[in-house]
C-alpha cells in the first residue's frame, strides 16, 4: 500500500484560502472610472459653457483640442480595464508575499522569545544550598516542587468557578459605583450609561463610547480602559488606514501611559484626563474624516472648484476657486475655550476642583468680504457645525454667500437710475427649493414687457449666469442641451470680472432689448430707422438730456433731416421727440449736430387711436393701467406709427408756417373762420394739430376785395400717408347766393353756392400756398362774372344763371322775365402762371328755331374783354348792355348757327 503524506492531500483552493488578504494602497476600479467620466464631464461642460462667445475659427481649434482630451482620457480608461483582466495574478502574488512577511514575523517572534527563555533560566537555577531538593532529585530523578518564577511563567492557575466570577464581579461594579459617586472626578457632559459584569459603559454625546474598569476600591487604584469607539457612523473600510486598527491602538497605548503614570494630588484628575484626551482625538478624527469627504467631494462634480489644505487642529476650504471677487473661505479649526457662567460652577461642582474647565470644539469660522458681509443677517454670519458632514456646511455656507450676492445685486439695480430706481417691480429675488445642487436664489429681472432674464449663481462652480426666462417663470433647469445666449454669456463674463458693473452692465442689455424692439416693429410697420447716428458728444447735454440715451433714429423720409428720436431717460422712461440733424463744420470735420428738437407727449398721444381711419380719443383710464410699471416704457406699434405721421405732420406745419412768415402774412394756431373780421377763437377740430387762420388779404396779391379778410388751413388726416392733405376754406364776396348743390368745380375745388365757401384741397402738403396762389386767378375770375351778373339790373333786360361749372358760365336772358331764349356761355382758358388768362365766349339760343342774333358783337367783346386786365366787371356790364340794345333795335342781324370764336 502506497504511503501519502498529509500535505500532499490539501487542496490549491484550501491553500489560497489560507493565504491572508493584501489589499493595502488599492484603489477601486469603480472610483477611477467615476474619476475619469467626472473629469469627461466637467471638459465636455466648459467646451459648452465657452463655445457660444468664440469665433468660428477659435470653436473649431476648441473643439479639436477637447476631442484630443476626451480621446485621451478614454484611452487611459481602456488601458486600466485591460489591465485589470490580469490583475487577479497580482492579487495572488502580492497575497503570498504578504505569508512570506508573516511566516517571517513569526521566525523572528520564536526566535525572540527563545532568546528570553535563554535570559530567565539562569536565574530559575536553584541554590546549591537546597539539599531538600538535591535529595528528592538524586532519590527520585525529578523535581517535587518547581521555582516560583518557572511556576508564575508556565504553570496554569486554577480556573475560577462560576460563583467566584459572579462574587468579583459583583463587588467590581459595587467598587465602580463607589468610586464613581463619591471619588472621582467626572467631566460634567461625560454620561454614564451602565455599570454591569464588572465594566462601566460611558459616553460623550456625538463624540466617543467608552469601557473602564477599575483596579480596586481605593482611590490610588488605577483605572483600564477595555474597550472605546468613536460616535461617528463612518464606515471604517471607507477611511484611510491609519485612522482605523493602528489609529485605535495608538489611543488605547495614550490612555495606557495615562492610567499607568504616578500623579500627585495637583494633577487633573484620571478621568478628566481621559476625556480630554479622548475627546480631542475624536474630533481631529472627524477633522481628517472631513478632509476624507473633501478629497471625494473634489474627485467627482467639485472638481477645481473646491480647495482645501488639511493642517495641525486646522481645516481651511476654499470654494468657488478662480473668481476672486466671489470665492469664500472657510476654517474648522480645533480650539479649547474655557467655561463660562453656569456652566462653569456645574462643571466645578461635579469634578470637585476649582479648576478651570475647558470645553474644545471645532469652530467654524466663515470668511467674507465686508461689503458682501453687510448683506449677510446677524444670525447667519456664523456657521456650526450640526453633523459630520463637510458637503452640507460648504452647501449652507455657499446658499447664504449666493444669498447675500443676490441681496447686494438687488440693492445696486434698485439704486440705479434706469432699472429699479422707481420701477420696484423689476427686479425681485426669487428662492428656488429642492433645486439638488443647482442654484437656490436668483434675481428674475423684467427688462421690458417681452424680456425677463433670471440672474443666478452656479452653486458649485460660482460662475455667474444669465439666461432668459419663458412663460414659466420659476421653471429653471441647466444641462448641457440647452442653448446659451451669446450675449447673455458676455454680459455674465463683464460682471464675473467686475460685481460692481452688475447695474451698468443689465441696463446696456436693457437699452439693447428696448432698441431691438422698437427696430422690429419699425420693420413691421415698413419705416427704415438706425440705431446710431454719429452726433457730437454732448448733444444730448445741450438738449437738456444729461442722462439720455438714444434708441432709435426713424428719419422722415419725405422730409429730409428730420427724424423721430426714441429715446430712454431715467426718469421718464422712454421719450419722443422730432430733431432736426444737419451737418456742421468742427474743427475741418464734417460733424452731425441737433439744430432744432421738439420735445413729444409720449402719454398724450397714446391717448389717440384710429379706428375705421378716424382717429379717436381713448380715455386715460383705458389708454393705460396705472399700477402698470411698464406704462412709461411702453409703445405699440400703432402709437408708434401714430408718432411718425404726427411728426410728418409737425414738420409740414412748420414749412407752412415758415412760408407764412417769409410773405409777411399774419396768422394764428386756431380754428379760422373765414367769414370773420378778427382773428377767430375757439379750438381745432383736429384734437392733436391746430389749423391755420390766415389773413387772405396778404397772402394774395390781387383781387383781395373778392375775399373775405381771414381764411383757414388744416392738414386732415394725416394719419393716413395716402390721404394726407392740405385743406383751405376761405369765403368770397358774392353779391348773391344761389340755390344750388354744392359744386365740384374740379379735382381740388369746391364750391357752395349758397355760403359763398371754397374749398381748395392740395395732396402737395408743402406746396399748397403756391398751388392755391395759382389757381385763385381762376377763382376770381369766376367770381367776377358771377358778382356781375347779381349787379345787373337793366329794365327789359333780364339774366339768369343757367349752368355752372369749372370750364364755363353759362348765362340765360331774354326780354321777358319768365322767358330767357337766348345764352351766352362764357369759357375760361386755364393760363400757365406767367401768362394773362383768356376767355371763350359762345352765343346762341336755347330754342333750334330761333336765330342767333349776336354774331356781329361776338369778336368785338372777346376782344375787349380779353384786352382788359384792370376793371373786368365794366367789361361784363358792356357786353350786358349790347346784348341789350341789340334784341331792342329794329334792325338786327339774325343768324342761324352759332358762332364760336378763339
Known amino acids: 500500500m502506497s504511503h501519502q503524506s498529509p500535505e500532499a492531500r490539501v487542496s490549491l483552493e484550501q491553500l489560497l484560502q489560507e493565504l491572508p488578504l493584501e489589499d493595502g494602497g488599492l484603489v477601486p476600479l469603480g472610483l477611477i472610472v467615476e474619476r475619469i467620466t467626472n473629469t469627461a464631464y466637467q471638459v465636455i461642460q466648459s467646451l459648452s459653457d465657452t463655445l457660444p462667445s468664440l469665433s468660428s475659427d477659435a470653436k473649431r481649434a476648441k473643439i479639436f483640442t477637447t476631442a484630443l482630451e476626451l480621446r485621451r482620457l478614454f484611452v487611459k480608461l481602456l488601458v486600466i480595464v485591460r489591465w485589470t483582466k490580469d490583475a487577479k495574478l497580482l492579487h ?11 511566516q517571517q514575523w513569526a521566525h523572528e517572534d520564536a526566535f525572540s522569545g527563545l532568546t528570553q527563555v535563554r535570559k530567565i533560566l539562569p536565574n530559575a537555577r536553584m541554590s546549591d544550598a537546597d539539599f531538600v531538593t538535591a535529595i528528592d532529585v538524586l532519590c527520585t530523578g525529578t523535581y517535587q516542587r518547581l521555582p516560583a518564577s518557572i511556576k508564575d511563567s508556565t504553570v496554569t492557575p486554577t480556573p475560577l468557578n462560576n460563583e467566584e466570577a459572579r462574587s468579583i464581579m459583583a463587588n467590581l461594579d459595587r467598587t465602580l459605583r463607589a468610586r464613581l459617586a463619591w471619588t472621582e472626578s467626572i467631566p460634567m457632559k461625560l454620561r454614564l450609561q451602565r455599570i454591569a459584569d464588572g465594566k462601566a459603559y460611558m459616553e460623550m454625546p456625538g463624540l466617543y463610547d467608552m469601557c473602564l474598569t477599575v483596579q480596586g476600591p481605593e482611590k490610588q487604584d488605577r483605572w483600564w480602559l477595555l474597550d472605546f469607539h468613536f460616535a461617528d457612523q463612518v464606515d471604517e473600510d471607507e477611511q484611510e488606514p491609519t485612522w482605523t486598527e493602528a489609529y485605535l491602538d495608538r489611543i488605547y497605548e495614550k490612555a495606557e501611559a495615562m492610567f499607568s503614570s504616578e500623579t500627585s494630588e495637583d494633577d487633573e484628575p484620571a478621568l478628566m484626563r481621559l476625556h480630554h484626551m479622548l475627546e480631542q482625538e475624536a474630533l481631529q478624527r472627524q477633522l481628517h474624516i472631513m478632509h476624507r ?73 466663515w470668511h467674507l468680504e465686508d461689503e458682501v458681509r453687510a448683506h449677510v443677517p446677524r444670525d447667519d454670519q456664523t456657521c456650526a457645525l450640526d453633523r459630520l458632514d463637510i458637503e452640507a456646511l460648504v452647501l449652507l455656507c455657499i446658499r447664504r454667500h449666493s444669498h447675500a450676492l443676490m441681496k447686494r445685486f438687488e440693492a445696486e439695480i434698485g439704486r440705479f437710475e434706469g432699472l429699479g430706481a422707481g420701477n420696484p417691480g423689476l427686479c425681485r429675488l426669487c428662492t428656488h427649493k429642492d433645486n439638488g445642487y443647482g442654484p437656490q436664489y436668483s434675481l428674475h429681472l423684467q427688462l421690458t414687457e417681452t424680456v425677463r432674464i433670471m440672474l443666478y449663481i452656479s452653486t458649485i462652480s460660482g460662475r455667474i449666469g444669465l439666461k432668459l426666462l419663458e412663460a414659466h417663470p420659476n421653471e429653471m433647469t441647466l444641462s448641457l442641451s440647452q442653448s446659451q445666449n451669446a450675449a447673455l454669456q458676455q454680459m455674465a463674463d463683464r460682471i464675473q470680472a467686475n460685481l460692481s458693473c452688475v447695474a451698468d452692465t443689465i441696463f446696456a442689455f436693457r437699452m439693447q432689448c428696448l432698441t431691438k424692439n422698437l427696430q422690429l416693429k419699425m420693420a413691421w410697420l415698413g419705416l427704415p430707422c438706425s440705431a446710431s447716428i454719429s452726433l457730437r458728444s454732448d448733444e444730448f447735454s445741450r438738449m437738456g438730456l444729461q442722462k439720455g440715451h438714444p434708441l432709435l433714429y426713424v428719419p422722415l423720409g419725405i422730409l429730409p433731416g428730420y427724424h423721430l428720436l426714441l429715446y430712454f431717460e431715467a426718469k421718464q422712461h422712454l421719450g419722443m421727440a422730432l430733431v432736426l440733424i444737419a ?163 374740379s379735382d381740388r375745388l369746391n364750391f357752395d353756392p349758397r355760403s359763398g365757401v371754397f374749398t381748395f384741397t392740395c395732396y402737395e402738403a408743402t406746396a399748397c400756398l403756391t398751388k392755391f396762389q395759382q389757381i385763385w386767378q381762376q377763382i376770381a375770375r369766376f367770381c367776377l362774372l358771377l358778382n356781375s351778373l347779381s349787379s345787373w339790373n337793366a329794365p327789359n333786360f333780364f339774366l339768369t344763371l343757367h349752368s355752372l361749372t369749372w370750364q364755363q358760365v353759362e ?37 333750334s328755331a330761333m336765330s342767333n342774333p349776336h354774331q356781329h358783337i361776338v369778336r368785338n367783346l372777346e376782344r375787349s374783354l380779353n384786352a382788359d386786365t384792370t376793371d373786368t366787371e365794366s367789361i361784363w356790364f358792356a357786353m350786358f348792355q349790347v346784348s341789350t340794345n341789340t334784341l331792342t333795335s329794329d334792325s338786327g342781324i339774325y343768324l342761324t348757327n352759332t358762332v364760336s370764336t378763339t
Open 293 to 365: 469627504q473633501l478629497q471625494r467631494m473634489s474627485s467627482s462634480n467639485w472638481g477645481r472648484h473646491i480647495s482645501f489644505t488639511l493642517k495641525e487642529h486646522v481645516l481651511d476650504i476654499t470654494y468657488w476657486n478662480g473668481h476672486s471677487e466671489l470665492q469664500g473661505h472657510i476654517t474648522l479649526q480645533l480650539e479649547s475655550l474655557p467655561l463660562q457662567g453656569p456652566n462653569r460652577v456645574l462643571s466645578e461642582i461635579m469634578s470637585g476642583t476649582n479648576a478651570a474647565a475647558k470645553q474644545n470644539r471645532i469652530h467654524v469660522q
Open 92 to 102: 495572488r502574488a502580492r497575497n503570498v508575499v504578504a505569508l512570506l512577511v508573516e
Open 583 to 745: 451737418s456742421e463744420m468742427e474743427n475741418g470735420k464734417t460733424m452731425q449736430a441737433i439744430s432744432s428738437v421738439k420735445w413729444l407727449n409720449k402719454t398724450h398721444l397714446s391717448q389717440f387711436s384710429v379706428q375705421d381711419l378716424t382717429l379717436v380719443n381713448t380715455p386715460a383710464d383705458l389708454a393705460s393701467d396705472p399700477h402698470d410699471s411698464f406704462t412709461k416704457e411702453r409703445i405699440h406699434t400703432e402709437e408708434l406709427e401714430l408718432a411718425f405721421h404726427y411728426s410728418v405732420a409737425t414738420v409740414v406745419y412748420s414749412h407752412l408756417e415758415e412760408q407764412l412768415r417769409l410773405k409777411l402774412v399774419p396768422f394764428v394756431l386756431l380754428d379760422g373762420k373765414s367769414h370773420a373780421t378778427t382773428p377767430p377763437t375757439g379750438k381745432s377740430p383736429d384734437p392733436l394739430l391746430p389749423s391755420l387762420c390766415i389773413q387772405a388779404c396778404k397772402l394774395l396779391t390781387s383781387y383781395q376785395d373778392l375775399i373775405k379778410p381771414n381764411m383757414s388751413l388744416q392738414l386732415c388726416e394725416w394719419w393716413l400717408p395716402l390721404r394726407r392733405r392740405v385743406v383751405m376754406h376761405f369765403k368770397v364776396d358774392l353779391k348773391e347766393c344761389y340755390d344750388l348743390e354744392s359744386l365740384q368745380l
Open 811 to 847: 348765362i340765360a336772358y331774354g326780354e321777358k322775365e319768365c322767358d330767357h331764349p337766348y345764352f351766352l356761355r362764357v369759357k375760361f382758358n386755364m393760363a400757365e402762371p406767367l401768362e394773362q388768362p383768356r376767355y371763350i365766349l359762345e352765343c346762341g339760343v336755347l330754342r
